[in-house]
């Protein structure tokens, strides 16, 4: 896989992070890096595939057959995974949100098809999944395919519309294991952009995700670095602690 370029950031965009809770980068991967994250997407359904073939089932964990998949940190066995995250625009992103010391903490393959059970996400904070205390860590989601809102695409609310900086409780509704934090009226701003872009935001920043009511999957890919260590209650890692930047040099 080619060197990755790097991204420049500017200040407007650094402010409305920090001000806002997310910041959104138009066109920011190269066609070279689409296709290599299209492809590994593919292959890894198809793992998945494979073996529900082999089960003689058609759910796999999170996943169902022609209809979403969920492929959780491939990139410890994915070498062209780990050379995009560890890339110099992976560095920029981090040094502009989250500061000089950064670590992967979680990267997953999200593909939402057009089945609707469990094709919505409500409101939530990353951080709302996270029950220990901890620092506010940065998500990159980034779409494999042009996303709108027709597709499932994502929306955030900026902290001043959700009301708080802050990580709120979350509830479970009754059936689901997702977590719900906003139950307001606000819409959200809606990410709405070609493939190879991202949308970066806060673990604090409540975002969601509608149904895909198009005939196409939607496929997207999110990675999430942390300043520190992040840990359960009990004091077991939560997620990866793959060290990447410290005092703004790459360590990995």
Not at 32 to 53: F, G, H, N
């Amino acid at each position: 896989m080619a060197q990755i370029a790097s991204l420049k950031i500017t200040d407007a965009q650094r402010r409305q992070y920090q001000e806002e809770g997310f910041m959104f980068l138009e066109r920011a991967l190269g066609d070279d890096e689409l296709a290599v994250l299209r492809k590994e997407c593919e292959m890894l359904v198809k793992e998945q595939d494979d073996e529900m073939d082999r089960q003689g089932v058609d759910v796999l964990n999170l996943s169902r057959r022609n209809s979403r998949y969920f492929v959780f940190n491939a990139s410890q066995r994915r070498p062209a995974l780990e050379n995009f995250i560890y890339s110099d625009l992976m560095a920029e992103i981090c040094r502009a949100t989250i500061g000089d010391d950064a670590m992967l903490f979680w990267e997953q393959f999200v593909v939402k098809g057009t089945d609707p059970k469990g094709a919505e996400f409500g409101w939530h904070q990353d951080s709302g999944y996270v029950d220990g205390p901890h620092k506010a860590y940065v998500n990159a989601w980034i779409p494999l395919d042009d996303v709108s809102e027709e597709n499932g695409t994502i929306a955030v609310l900026p902290y001043a519309r959700a009301g708080t900086r802050e990580r709120v409780e979350h509830v479970a509704p009754p059936g689901g294991g997702d977590r719900i934090g906003y139950f307001g009226k606000d819409p959200g701003i809606p990410f709405i952009a070609p493939a190879g872009s991202i949308a970066v935001f806060s673990s604090l920043t409540f975002h969601r995700s509608g149904a895909n009511s198009t005939s196409a999957m939607r496929r997207a890919y999110a990675i999430q670095f942390s300043p520190e260590v992040v840990r359960e209650p009990d004091g077991s890692l939560k997620g990866l602690a793959e060290p990447f930047l410290k005092n703004g040099q790459r360590v990995r």
